[in-house]
């Protein structure tokens, strides 16, 4: 009796391609997920923002404020912390410019003024990072007992954030005051208090803090009213001073209650920076009092994202925001169907070459 023998069966050559495809495409995309930040922030130019010695980050957390500026000594300073509903966008950008900066700590951390939209991130924040120096406003939570005769704010907000403060350890908490940090020699940072410890309107607790590197220099504004930059215009004509500014952080996402045109013409700003959402910000007031002083362009986060200023050591320096957001798990389908669609042809086209050849 022949014995029939079981034919076997082999996968085909275009059946292991497909398979090789379809392992090398899971592997891309999984790679592609784990470092879209990375893509994202490169694809903008940010590339050559890390290793300048200066820094100065505006976050994009919305109708809300919070800056980053890693210094020429490699500490980083925090100006305000967003707001809650911006939390998890303010911790994940901060996680992200601190790890590529090698900075595990938060030197500085400066909080305006008690409204939510400038502390809605502290907690978060302090429950992540070590933070060593803590400058807040002579505000005080409802229930804090304090030697001072400051006001008292009743949000629950604020009586969160000062408890987490005060549990903060290792760490020295003071209430602003008008005083300066020299970093090194081409760096010093100057905080301009409110003249009074008592105030009707919480922005007026908002201090000026000016950064200078390489003699290019920041100012950043809170919620400053035009109340406070009289203030600070009766100061600096006082003391036979002058604050000329390259990059200001337009106050109170560029409200009508601020940024007035006797202050622009003192500071006589270069460029300057909108942290906004809503569509009714920078009021259009702002704008043509901004064009009429001189300004030469300004940035918003609401339409161009995150924005960095990046200061070298002789004075040249970039701007770079994340204007452009690419669909990553688009792009990444996108180019795993075409290339099915080229291993279908070619194997098409093969398969044509040997019919050719076997009728030969």
Known sequence: ?????????????????????????????LFVLANQANIQFYANGFGKIWTQPLQVYYLDVGQAN???????????????????ESEEDFISSVDYILAKNKISTIKYLVLSHSDEDHIGGTEALLDKYQVDNIYRPKQLA??????????????????RVTNAISSEPNCTVQFVKNHTIFIDDLTEICFYAPDFDKYSQTNDYSPFISITYAEKTFLFTGDATTNRERELLERL?????????????VAHHGSNTSTSAEFLQAISPTY??????????????????LKEAGVSKLFNTKTVGMIVVAVQENGNFYIKTLAYHFEIEFFSVAIFLLVCMFVELNSKKNQSKFSVLAKK
């Not at 800056?67 to 980083?76: M, Q, W």
């Not at 300057?272 to 569509?279: P, R």
Request: proline share 3%; hydrophobic share 40%.
């Open 142 to 159: 409802k229930n804090e007992e304090s030697e001072h005769d400051f006001n008292r704010v009743d949000t629950l907000v604020y009586e």
């Open 237 to 249: 004509s006082d003391e036979n001073e002058t604050l000329k500014v390259d990059f200001l952080l």
């Open 66 to 84: 919070a800056s980053l500026v890693i210094l020429p000594n490699k500490t980083a300073m925090l100006i305000d912390t967003g707001s809650g």
């Open 1 to 29: 009796m022949i014995k029939l023998q079981k034919e076997k069966h082999f996968p085909s050559k275009r059946t292991t391609t497909n398979v090789f495809v379809a392992i090398v495409f899971v592997v891309f995309f």
């Open 272 to 289: 300057a920076f909108v942290s906004a959402q809503n569509k009714s910000y920078p009021h259009e007031d702002v704008l043509n009092r």
